[in-house]
């Protein structure tokens, strides 16, 4: 093994990872310790019962916005599935969270499902790239750091799927420094949405639903 | 830098992106006159396996075909693969090229007659939009790892060696057959999305008479597609089934297939992937370099109107009368044409618009590109039919 790739598999992998996780608690702790105004009001409705109805309904847009949004719902949810999956049950991942990182497995998804829901992940990613970039609203609240954002997951989907015949070990190190990139780049940048999405649901709904607004 | 810079400085990087994948399948003739030999490993071991085949075998071992050592039809798939397919493909891709070039030298580039208007009329939806690029994204990355699959042994070895190029086609091939199954469903997209309006109809074929005028400065009447479009769109389809129903018979063997089908399936396969790639180069071409205010059509939805009352002009005609020309990109008037519809119901006599008035004419096409109304500037308002 080269030196190059010996440092992708060592400490850069450890550097990126503690980044990674550090920055990620970091963000998280910093929103959740923010204080807003103290509510003087009674409350007229449960708190509660806002943030269920905010963080579950939210899985599906608001009717009036359902028939301009549609291609981007469905593709979003093909994307993050497939990625999910892919993460979790994908055969790779699986032997490299035993070996790695946990000391145990799980049993992977077959071969074949797993060239199916990398199809699935990348039609989703690159139609809500693309729905990003040709949209007049989306495009115009985009930011470079988006891009960013997007590009590196895609890089790391795309030499993934280069590293599939596991005969390289170059296209192996390849897909891991381009995995230590995006865990790098994560914590500061919108990929925090993997970790804030209920948090911001859960706020509204809360807000909301103490002061008896159905929404 | 302006936005025109940055246009023209992406179109140079896509041109000679291009040049070099039409480039490359020109080195295996060289690499052959410096005399390089590949060397087969196991030839001898086959040989001798050959000749002691008589029949099928007994094995323990289960799946199609597994019992048949030897299959001599596998020889005849190699010989079309590597003295046919190969090179003639290669003639086609490079031919395809030459033509090009020689049009673009003679020809020039297609120039708006008489200039811009800054005008704009919208031409693309967003979902249009985004199932074009989704299939051409997809199309590339398969076109790219297909002609590398196809021409790396000779272009790349000399290149990158022997274990350079096992990397970069272990590489390409997981990325085509990971990327195959999205073919199928970009080309389903593109029916639905593009399908409406590509019916062939008379003037089409007054069109092609003129060979769509480009070779003078006659235009040849045109709705919202025009024949060249129109014969694109049904070489897509066609070509995206035949591509499609082969590609998941080699990709996905879990279905039975044996050996024979997959070779016939892998024979379509590449034929119909030549002439789709050199299809495709016409297409590329007269759609960036080959022609002013093309592009623009599939990057911000938008055409001026100077070049739609020039090369669609009965769709321009009837945007005018519908009060759709003149728009201002980027604002929510934008947003509101964008959100729930397309453009073309108009210049379709079986759309959904309201009938045409027969007595009013389509606008003059001089050479001036004029005839475009004060009134249909963004700024101006707009009477609507």
Known sequence: MSSIAAFVDGPFWYFSLTVFVVGVLWRLIGLLSMRGN?????????????????VLSRFIPVAGSQ???RVRTVASYLFHIGLFLILIFGAPHVAFYESRMLGFGWTPMPQWLFFLVSAIAFLGLIVLWL?????????????ASDHIATGLVFWVMLTGCMALGESSEFLRVLHLFMAELLLLYFPFSSLMHAFYWHVARAHTGAHYGRRGVKV | MSKHRRYRRALRWSLLL??????????PYAVAAGGTQFNTPGVELWDAVRARVQGPMRTQVEGVQSNQLINYWGDQWRLFRSQLLVPIGAVMLLAMLGIITVFYLVRGRIEIEGGRSGVLVPRFSVNQRVVHWLAA?????????????????????????????GVTASACKEMHNLFGPLFPVAILAIMFSFGRGNSFRGIDFQWFLKAGGLFGHAMADSGYYNGGQKTWFWLTVLFGIAMSVTGLILVFPNFGQGREAMAVAHVIHGVVAVGFITASLGHIYIGTLGMEGAAESMTNGYVDAAWAKEHHNLWYAEMERAGMVGVSPNTMEEVKRHDDRDFRGFGQPLGRREPLDPTVSPPNRGPTGGGISPAATPSAPKEST
């Open chain 1, 38 to 54: 103290k509510e003087l009001s009674q409350p007229r409705d449960s708190a509660t019962g806002g943030v269920i109805h905010s």
């Open chain 1, 67 to 69: 028939s301009r949004i």
């Open chain 1, 131 to 143: 729905h990003r970039i040709m949209y007049p609203v989306t495009r115009s609240v985009t930011t």
């Open chain 2, 18 to 27: 291009l040049a070099l994948v039409l480039v490359l399948p020109l080195v």
């Open chain 2, 137 to 165: 994204t997809v199309f590339i990355v398969l076109g790219l790892t297909g002609l590398v699959l196809l021409y790396g042994r000779y272009v790349l070895v000399p290149l990158l060696g022997p274990e350079g190029f």
